[in-house]
């Protein structure tokens, strides 16, 4: 039967060598990792970090044992596809962050600088992976709608470096401002941030509330308008 078999497969002109059959195997391995990794990136945009294994592996037509196999685990998981987004997308903005430095020398980062190196690789995206941002915002957001606590530790694992960075800047510039009122403004800009850009769709509720008057596909304009609207707030005078 062995014989009959190997004639079969010579006779086709279709030599299937072991190292074929590995090869064959590693690159549908890889595609299941992949099919895996996008189809949760489609989920937790909807639903933040309360992720469903079963969910995903149904849509993306695998079963359990595949990502118990390529990430370990539901953690390894949710990582895998934070690495993917957030990882490119914290670099960008501490690069960002240091060509601001640079440029401004001894004395401290303009405000708008700042600002941008917060939004411009939310609306641009980092170079190769130019979706990243709004990927991760949207997963943000999803999070801070339907929060858990893995969820939380996972966002405050990934952001709190590149946080500190913004908040430290914010200090050198803004020095007149009490360490609280730093903070709150953060967290304004940020949020400001988050519900902004995940309405730049055409159809949303903001290109429709301005009947088509904001080109909401425009991202040029897009940063503009936030880097002045929030560089503003952040200036405003310090309240009694």
């Given at each position: 039967m062995h014989g009959r078999c190997t004639e079969m497969v010579i006779a086709w002109g279709i030599p299937m060598s072991a190292s074929t059959f590995r090869n064959r195997d590693s690159a549908?391995?890889?595609?299941?990792?992949?099919?895996?990794?996008?189809?949760?990136?489609?989920?937790?945009?909807?639903?933040?970090?309360?992720?469903?294994?079963?969910?995903?592996?149904?849509?993306?037509?695998?079963?359990?044992?595949?990502?118990?196999y390529h990430f370990g685990s539901k953690e390894g998981l949710l990582r895998a596809v934070l690495e993917g987004v957030a990882g490119p997308l914290n670099q960008a903005r501490a690069e960002a962050l240091e060509r601001a430095k640079a440029k401004a020398g001894v004395n401290p980062i303009p405000i708008e600088d700042i600002v941008e190196a917060v939004l411009h690789p939310y609306i641009f995206g980092p170079e190769g992976r130019e979706n990243a941002g709004m990927i991760f915002l949207r997963i943000a957001l999803a999070n801070r709608v339907r929060p858990t606590d893995l969820g939380r530790a996972l966002i405050r694992e990934y952001l709190?470096?590149?946080?500190?960075?913004?908040?430290?800047?914010?200090?050198?510039?803004?020095?007149?401002?009490?360490?609280?009122?730093?903070?709150?403004?953060?967290?304004?800009?940020?949020?400001?941030?988050?519900?902004?850009?995940?309405?730049?769709?055409?159809?949303?509720?903001?290109h429709t509330l301005s009947k088509g008057e904001c080109d909401v596909t425009d991202k040029a304009e897009i940063l503009r308008q936030l880097v002045r609207f929030l560089s503003a707030g952040l200036r405003a005078p310090r309240g009694p």
């Open positions: 549908r391995s890889l595609e299941t990792r992949e099919r895996i990794l996008s189809t949760t990136e489609n989920f937790l945009v909807q639903n933040g970090l309360d992720l469903s294994i079963r969910a995903v592996t149904e849509e993306a037509g695998a079963n359990v044992a595949a990502v118990n709190e470096p590149i946080a500190q960075q913004l908040l430290h800047a914010l200090r050198e510039a803004l020095p007149d401002l009490s360490d609280a009122e730093i903070h709150w403004r953060y967290h304004f800009m940020i949020s400001s941030v988050l519900a902004t850009l995940a309405d730049m769709e055409v159809g949303g509720r903001f």
